[in-house]
């Protein structure tokens, strides 16, 4: 059974759920100097393109919105090597210039809106390009 309620807990498995249903597998990728030591995660995402009114200053209509779940990063330990230290930011959240391969397609990651509930990251909202 689901869980209901408005926990992180809920939220995250709400989210998951969601997304098995109606998200596709994305690989997000850190680039790290080298093709050898880029690091990998598959997670799914919902990847939609922007709306017409959503189209302003510099986005095109190559950019896309894809919201992910923390919950394939955190049980991969990507990016392995990286320390969550306090106070500082999580390495393990998505960062403009990390990558997003949507069906194949490498699309470069230009912001990312970690929403979190009594401090749990619950989803992160991601605009992509390319």
């Known amino acids: 059974m689901a869980i209901t309620s ?3 807990d809920g939220m995250i498995a709400r989210l ?7 998200g596709e597998n994305c ?3 850190r680039k790290e100097g080298s ?7 598959t997670v799914r995402a919902s990847v939609r393109g ?3 009114a959503e189209i302003v ?11 992910i779940s923390m919950t394939q990063i955190l049980a991969d330990g990507w990016p392995a090597g990286h320390t969550v230290t306090p106070g500082a930011v999580d390495p ?4 403009e210039n ?3 391969v949507v069906k194949g397609k490498v699309r470069q990651i230009k912001f990312a809106d970690p929403i979190a509930v009594d401090g749990v990251v619950v989803r992160v909202n991601l605009t992509v390009a390319g």
Do not use: F, W
Not at 16 to 22: E, F, H, K, N, Q
Not at 35 to 40: E, Q
């Open 16 to 22: 998951d759920a969601s997304l098995a249903r109606r």
């Open 35 to 41: 093709p050898l030591a880029d690091k990998d995660v």
């Open 6 to 8: 408005d926990t992180p």
């Open 98 to 100: 990390d990558s997003l």
């Open 27 to 29: 690989i997000l990728r």
């Open 92 to 95: 393990r959240i998505p960062r």
């Open 57 to 67: 200053g510099t986005a095109t209509q190559a950019y896309s919105r894809a919201v």
């Open 50 to 52: 922007l709306r017409a």
